[in-house]
């Protein structure tokens, strides 16, 4: 079977790899002149709109899903029209757009933090009065690792905030003083069967996800896992979704879903029974999905801007290196190690050391 | 860095899904028109002894390893003047001849079988006389899966077996009337260091390997490393190696080596804290080898000359498919599945619906 996918990147590389020993040979539709997935598969350039590429596409392919979210929705249109899509044009649609996705969490009673749609500085002005200070600008489309967000701490900053999203439709958001961020990664098959990988802490540096640690024997695991199986539900969904949430107490608010296969997972690889990647591509192609449990303790640690020396990194006692193969850019995700063990506490020190390494430290290096 | 591998089978296919996270490029060489290695890598296609093609190959890689023992050893005179062999040329030129591989056994203090070099019918006829019978005409070189091997269980079968072997230099063999076969696979670094993966016990169909078992807490465990940590040091192997013993009683008799990664390491995609695969690539490209412990209880299933319903395998719990991307023929290896479980107990109902599909039922047929 062939499984189509819109995007090329390490999300790409990664179903590419773990399509292989099942015999799915995936090909991706990627805009980008480099792409990264081209080396453990194959890609096809060109543009999300271009037409008779699409139907090349298409013409190549059983079904069709996708590793970024922000893909023209009259590609999904187009495509939808020859080939299956998984996740569905809804799941998609939703996904780009926060007030959408918010107004479905709150259809679905999901908790969410206090959010008004915003399309005019006067707009603003009345929302900070609902929603309170601090608050978050965040524009409706194109967000991502921190970007298109403005924090809001005073009423002076209005102007400067909508300014800085230049005019774009947005959402305010109250500013939710949360005890930690987590994610939760599910897999729905075509006949409705879900399951859940255990819940993942998540820590970010300059709003870029830094380090992800399996949260086993979560007592939040369950609540979590209502929440995401509602929105998976309701959007008849196929495929790998993350839904991240913010903690607050006892408390779960929604914050954002991925409909596809999430860097917060990326542990899963080793870590779990079956992998997300696997698990998405069981779900596309109508396979049996596999076990989503722990196999051991782990976390991942995101290299950003440039990986560190394979050396150091396999020199760290069950880390596992995973480069992407792209040309390191500040800010740029181009890797990732996960580190397993028998039991969390026995990740501190190998995870210290990775961090080190992501940060640019040499091996051997006193460690701060 | 770029690896080049001698075979673009499905150990170089592994080898290169192992290689991408890494950062490694695998390139086979491969003279066969179909290599299932080219589905996920490189591979140039042509003869192991075209010396312009040996060049062109040099050229593009950094060090040369192989993924099959049966290698003109012209090719590797070629490459060593050029490229580093890992493992050596001497690794791979005696596990191409048995007289060779088991005078080197010997000379190291390894048990072996009683053996007895033959190169005519007279030297058969005696030879029978010291090893005794039954016993096995082996010929010296091209031997693997069973081939080349004829056995000898009454003195007048003299005359016939020596024209199988049409004249072939050989080595007649005592049939050791063994508990089990057990094989340890191990890998060792360019500085020396040794680690050794579990031992698994192996069960063959019609001379080729049908099941691979992990023993966990096997008490030959620590005989099994000493008798190959002899031989890795003897050929200052680089690499991963398997050697293959009969147990009989409490000893262990040397039967042969792989200077590769072996059938029976398969299991140590999902099984083991670090693959056979990851290891072998990370001694040759003089990276810190990864841990050898096993992660779980795990075992083997080999798809011999068909690969069953992907949706069939993969409904077993735990299961992990790995099809090579080969045309099916009958006796061909055309891919495996690792079953993984808590303890090694709980494998059998699934290891029983493995075999049971390997052998040709389909999903919910009675099982045998």
Sequence with gaps: ??????????????????????GLQCISLEPAAEACAAQVGSVIAGDFTDEDLLADFAAGIDVVTTEVEHVPLVALDYLQQHRRL??????????????????????????????????????????????????ILKTR???YD???????????????????????????????????????????????????WPLTENLHHNGILSVSRALLEEPLQALAEQHCQRLLEALDYVGVLALELFQVGDKLLANEYAPRVHNS???????????????????????????????????????????????????????????????????????????CAAHPGLLEPGLKTLVHLAQGGREGDAIA
């Design 1 to 22: 079977m062939k499984i189509g996918i819109l995007g090329g990147g390490q999300l790409a590389r990664m179903l590419a790899l773990a399509g292989h020993p099942l």
């Design 86 to 135: 998984a996740p569905g044009r809804r799941s998609i649609a939703v996904a780009q757009d926060r007030l959408l996705e918010k107004t479905l969490f709150h259809d679905l009673e999901l908790p969410t933090a206090h959010f008004v749609p915003v399309d005019s500085l006067e707009d603003l002005v009345a929302a900070m009065q609902v929603v309170g200070l601090p608050a």
């Design 141 to 143: 489309r194109m967000g």
């Design 146 to 196: 921190g970007k298109g967000q403005v924090v809001l701490r005073e009423a002076s900053a209005a102007e400067a905030a909508w300014s800085a999203v230049a005019g774009a439709p947005c959402l305010l958001e109250a500013m939710v003083p949360f005890d930690r961020e987590v994610s939760v990664i599910a897999v729905r098959s075509q006949e409705g069967e879900c399951r859940f």
């Design 265 to 339: 997972g990326h542990w899963t690889i080793e870590g779990a029974v079956t992998s997300q990647f696997e698990n998405h591509l069981r779900a596309v192609a109508g396979l049996p999905l596999g076990a989503t449990d722990a196999r051991c303790a782990a976390a991942m640690v995101n290299f950003v801007g440039h990986v560190p020396a394979a050396s150091a990194v396999l020199a760290v006692a069950d880390a596992h290196l995973h480069v992407y193969g792209k040309q390191p850019r500040p800010g740029r995700k181009v890797g990732h190690a996960t580190l």
